[in-house]
Structures are given as structure tokens and as C-alpha cells.
């Protein structure tokens, strides 16, 4: 597998999994001390499709149209 391919397939999981956890929202709670928040959660999925969609935009190729004048 490609790291382009591996890239493309992270970002799929974790838009599967934000789909998911957005549909059908679950409270935050503390158990013996140990926080879980959902919403921390759901921000550290977004931040890693951000990173990818970053990736995956400079790994394709790009044009630039500029005009000489003398």
C-alpha cells in the first residue's frame, strides 16, 4: 500500500468513524478518575482528516498560470 493510498484510507476511517459518533451522540463521563469526552474525541478526528486532506492536496500535482511581460 502507498503512503497516498494509506492517507486516503485513514481519512475514510476516520470520516466513518465522525459519521458514526455524530449520528448518534453519546454523553461524556468520568469513571475512577478516567475522563472519556466525545467531543474531544470527535475534534481529534477532525484534526486528523484536516492533516490528511492537507497530505493528500500537496502530494497532487498543481498548476501555475502566470504571464511574462517585457
Same mark, same amino acid.
Given at each position: ?8 484510507? $485513514?481519512?475514510?476511517? +476516520? ?6 459518533? &455524530? *449520528?448518534s ?5 468520568? $469513571?475512577?478518575?478516567? &475522563? ?10 477532525? &484534526?486528523?482528516?484536516?492533516? +490528511?486532506? &492537507?497530505?493528500?492536496?500537496g *502530494?497532487?500535482?498543481?498548476? $501555475?498560470? *502566470?504571464?511574462?511581460?517585457t
Amino acid at each position: 500500500m502507498t503512503e497516498l493510498e494509506q492517507l486516503q484510507t $485513514i481519512k475514510s476511517l +476516520c470520516l466513518q468513524q465522525l459519521v458514526e459518533l &455524530r *449520528s448518534s451522540p453519546k454523553p461524556s463521563y468520568e $469513571i475512577d478518575g478516567q &475522563r472519556v469526552s466525545w467531543e474531544t474525541y470527535a475534534k481529534s478526528l477532525e &484534526r486528523t482528516i484536516d492533516w +490528511c486532506e &492537507r497530505k493528500l492536496t500537496g *502530494s497532487e500535482p498543481f498548476e $501555475i498560470a *502566470s504571464v511574462g511581460v517585457t
